[in-house]
């Protein structure tokens, strides 16, 4: 694939994003113009209906997009760097299924007491989600480390392991839920932003700032790695404290992300992936790249998800799925071909 310049790309997406941002403020099951969207921002010449629509429901789920798209996509990046494998995905060191497994047994847990769509029940499987990711990456992480360090191999396959173990809790969990409580758990895994809320919007925001200060202050250790880590080693990097450092990072990043919109899939995977082979493996300008791509393509996403199937909404999971795929399958066709 050719080669782009990595600043143009960088400045290309984030003209793009705000654009697609825009846009994605009028679509939906009530339709907004670009003019009543601007009297509605500029005056309180818009209607209550339409402000309320544009500022207390699009607006937090555009923005849960953008952090959400971003932390996956870059976290992604990292994960590739770190396992030296551009077919790494961050869920690989289990944190995606330690979390479906948190969430649907807080779903199973508080089924019986608390109403369906409370907000105490909501939180209730967000923590659940998010203690869970963080637990399955404690024990991959643990798995993977001994006396001499941290071993990558070991690490992916006891993420594996820990994805297995997460899908049989998942199905014993299921099979023990009525069907109220088993569409709560089949639509949480399907991930949907259609929960956003100015709470999660700052909780999103706030880990994706951090996310995004730490990254690209080892990416010159992500640039070392690729070599090996003998290779980092004698080029003064401190691999150990890099892998857990960043193996932390990703867990805080991804299960927030998760414990606030679910499993959204293919993000962290296609798209650190698709911009490596645009702009080369160079993590300094790879990460915040990434990000933006991941932030553009979930808002358009979860504009495609509003939009399709009105007056109801697609799960935003399932079009980053539909979207996701079918371009990687390409993607790994093409390069077959050069090989």
């Given at each position: 694939m050719?080669?782009?310049?990595?600043s143009?790309?960088?400045?290309?997406?984030?003209v793009l994003?705000p654009?697609?941002?825009l846009?994605s403020?009028?679509?939906?099951t009530?339709?907004?113009?670009?003019?009543?969207?601007?009297?509605a921002d500029?005056?309180?010449?818009?209607?209550?209906?339409?402000s309320?629509?544009?500022?207390?429901?699009?607006?937090?789920?555009?923005?849960?997009?953008?952090?959400?798209?971003?932390?996956?996509s870059?976290?992604?990046?990292?994960?590739?760097g770190?396992f030296?494998?551009?077919?790494?995905d961050?869920?690989?060191?289990?944190?995606?299924s330690?979390?479906?497994?948190?969430?649907?047994?807080?779903?199973v847990a508080?089924?019986?007491f608390i109403?369906s769509?409370?907000?105490?029940?909501?939180?209730?499987?967000?923590?659940?989600?998010?203690?869970g990711?963080?637990?399955?990456?404690?024990?991959?992480?643990?798995?993977a480390?001994?006396?001499?360090g941290t071993?990558?191999t070991?690490?992916?396959?006891?993420g594996?392991?820990?994805a297995a173990?997460?899908?049989?809790?998942?199905s014993?969990?299921?099979?023990?839920s009525?069907?109220d409580?088993?569409?709560?758990?089949?639509?949480?895994?399907?991930?949907?932003l259609?929960g956003?809320?100015?709470?999660?919007v700052?909780?999103m925001?706030?880990?994706?700032?951090?996310?995004?200060?730490?990254?690209?202050?080892?990416?010159r250790?992500?640039n070392a790695?690729?070599?090996g880590e003998s290779?980092?080693?004698?080029?003064g990097?401190?691999?150990?404290a890099?892998?857990?450092r960043?193996?932390?990072l990703t867990a805080l990043?991804?299960?927030?992300?998760v414990?606030?919109?679910?499993l959204?899939?293919f993000?962290?995977?296609?798209i650190p992936?698709?911009?490596?082979l645009?702009?080369?493996?160079?993590?300094?300008?790879?990460?915040?790249?990434?990000?933006?791509?991941?932030?553009?393509?979930?808002v358009?996403?979860?504009?495609?998800?509003?939009i399709?199937?009105?007056p109801?909404e697609?799960?935003?999971?399932?079009?980053?799925?539909?979207?996701?795929?079918?371009?990687?399958?390409?993607?790994l066709?093409?390069q077959?071909?050069?090989?």
């Amino acid at each position: 694939m050719r080669r782009f310049s990595a600043s143009g790309l960088i400045l290309a997406l984030a003209v793009l994003l705000p654009v697609v941002s825009l846009l994605s403020m009028t679509v939906g099951t009530v339709s907004i113009s670009l003019g009543d969207l601007f009297a509605a921002d500029n005056s309180q010449a818009g209607s209550n209906q339409v402000s309320t629509i544009l500022f207390d429901i699009r607006l937090p789920r555009i923005l849960l997009a953008i952090c959400v798209g971003a932390v996956l996509s870059s976290t992604g990046a990292v994960m590739q760097g770190l396992f030296r494998n551009p077919l790494a995905d961050p869920s690989l060191i289990g944190v995606s299924s330690g979390a479906s497994v948190g969430a649907s047994l807080m779903i199973v847990a508080a089924g019986g007491f608390i109403h369906s769509g409370a907000l105490l029940g909501l939180s209730l499987v967000a923590v659940g989600a998010f203690v869970g990711g963080f637990v399955a990456t404690l024990l991959v992480y643990r798995l993977a480390t001994s006396g001499i360090g941290t071993s990558v191999t070991t690490m992916l396959l006891a993420g594996i392991a820990i994805a297995a173990i997460a899908g049989a809790l998942n199905s014993l969990l299921s099979y023990f839920s009525d069907n109220d409580m088993l569409r709560q758990i089949s639509l949480w895994q399907m991930g949907n932003l259609s929960g956003a809320s100015w709470t999660k919007v700052s909780i999103m925001a706030a880990v994706a700032l951090l996310l995004m200060a730490q990254f690209p202050r080892d990416s010159r250790a992500l640039n070392a790695l690729l070599l090996g880590e003998s290779e980092a080693r004698h080029l003064g990097v401190d691999v150990q404290a890099v892998k857990r450092r960043l193996i932390l990072l990703t867990a805080l990043g991804v299960g927030v992300c998760v414990a606030l919109a679910g499993l959204v899939g293919f993000v962290g995977l296609i798209i650190p992936h698709m911009v490596r082979l645009a702009i080369g493996p160079d993590h300094r300008w790879l990460i915040p790249a990434s990000a933006l791509a991941g932030a553009t393509l979930l808002v358009f996403a979860d504009s495609l998800a509003r939009i399709v199937v009105i007056p109801a909404e697609l799960p935003t999971g399932i079009l980053t799925a539909l979207l996701g795929a079918p371009f990687f399958v390409a993607l790994l066709l093409q390069q077959r071909k050069q090989v």
